[in-house]
């Protein structure tokens, strides 16, 4: 008996819902029925456009100076003279700063009189042979005593010299990190010296790319700093190995850098040229629709009279301005929604406005 109460209750549930659903699906068509369907999307419509490039190897790196290093003393001493200023371009050979060498020419003529005398004991010890009067032995000792103390000279002359500090090598200096009477132990820094005209550019490609790289190929290279002036050079050396653990390979390129604008550690942006035309495809970017699952774009199709889109998967490559190259999906002359994807579904009918048109949808000339 209770059990069917419990069918008896069941059923009649079943029919109410059943009656609810029907109302509400009844009075949802007969405001569909009232309002009508709704407008087509109004849209503006771009072509794919079929256009000349040369492809170029984008990338990151890093400026290198051709020469850099940090100018120090190799030999002990204080500070007597500073002949340099932060900031200043010198020459090869110019003095930069001189080491205090009192002492040392004070040993240096101590030296020299011993080197004179061992020059006249080794004279007569020549002349005193010729007489028979020493023994080959005293002449051989006068001639070793002669040759030490000529080094001996020799050696503290050469610690003289280094006594003053010079530049190596044409460049510009860096801050100046001594000062006048400062005592400086072996290899203490004194200022850092680049050579800025030529830089280097050193970055990476993917070994990928190894086949399309050589030396001599041109590159283009901004800096932060001057986003507006690109500067060209070439590609002067490829590293044989490639890494093991990222898979890329560096490349260093040379820059004129006349006006010395460039500086070493600069962060550069390095387009690499491969040295040939090519027709892409390409479309505004923002007729494109990027998700995880796969960029798509929405396809105009017209049949008697009429306008709809159906969403289509396209394969993107590289960025060209404010259009991208599509490598796989379309075709040259296809009509794409540029404005107004937002609002759209597959088979959804449009209306085509193109009296307003954004910048980034006209083909390029």
């Known amino acids: ?40 999307a109004v849209v503006t419509v771009t072509e794919v ?55 040392d020419q004070a040993q240096l003529r101590g030296l020299q009189a011993a ?12 002349r005193l042979i010729k007489e028979r009067s020493v023994s080959q032995s005293d002449v051989d000792a006068a001639k070793a005593e002669l040759t030490n103390a000529e080094a001996q000279v020799a050696s503290q002359q050469a610690v003289i010299e ?38 280097f550019v050193d970055f990476s490609q993917p070994e990928r790319q190894l086949a399309s790289l050589a030396v001599g190929q041109a590159v283009s290279v901004s800096v932060d700093a001057y986003p507006d002036a690109p500067v060209v050079g070439q590609v002067i050396a490829i590293d044989p190995g490639v890494d093991a653990v990222t898979r890329m390979s560096r490349l260093r390129a040379s820059l004129p850098n006349p006006d010395g604008r460039l500086r070493p550690g600069m962060f550069a942006r390095v387009a690499l040229d491969l040295g040939r035309n090519e027709q892409v495809l390409t479309l505004p970017s923002v007729a494109i629709t990027y998700a ?69 949808g006209v083909a390029p000339r």
Do not use: C, H
């Not at 109460?5 to 059923?11: D, G, K, T």
């Not at 379309?330 to 009296?355: C, E, P």
């Open 49 to 103: 456009v079929s256009q000349e490039r040369r492809p170029q190897l984008q990338a990151v790196g890093s400026l290198v100076a051709i020469q850099g290093i940090e100018v120090a003393n190799e030999v002990p001493g204080v500070v007597r003279e500073i002949a340099f200023e932060s900031g200043q371009r010198v020459a090869a050979g110019d003095v930069l700063l001189r080491l205090d060498d009192a002492v």
């Open 292 to 360: 995880p699952y796969g960029d798509a774009v929405f396809v105009v199709t017209e049949q008697d009279g009429k306008a709809t889109v159906q969403q289509r998967q396209v394969t993107t490559g590289t960025v060209i301005g404010d259009r991208v190259v599509i490598s796989d999906g379309l075709k040259a002359g296809d009509r794409v929604v540029l404005t107004g994807q937002i609002k759209l579904r597959n088979g959804a009918a449009v209306t085509i406005d193109n009296s307003v048109v954004p910048a980034s």
């Open 115 to 126: 080197l004179g005398l061992a020059q006249v004991r080794y004279q007569r010890a020549a």
């Open 162 to 199: 280094k006594k003053v500090v010079r530049a190596p090598f044409e460049g510009v200096l860096g801050l100046r990190s001594v000062s006048l009477g400062q005592y400086l132990p072996v290899g203490t820094p004194i200022a850092p010296l680049q050579r800025l005209d030529p830089v």
């Open 1 to 40: 008996m209770l059990l069917k109460r419990l069918i008896v209750m069941l059923l009649l549930l079943a029919l109410l819902i059943g009656g609810v659903v029907w109302f509400k699906q009844r009075q949802y068509q007969q405001m569909a029925a009232m309002f009508g369907p709704p407008p087509p």
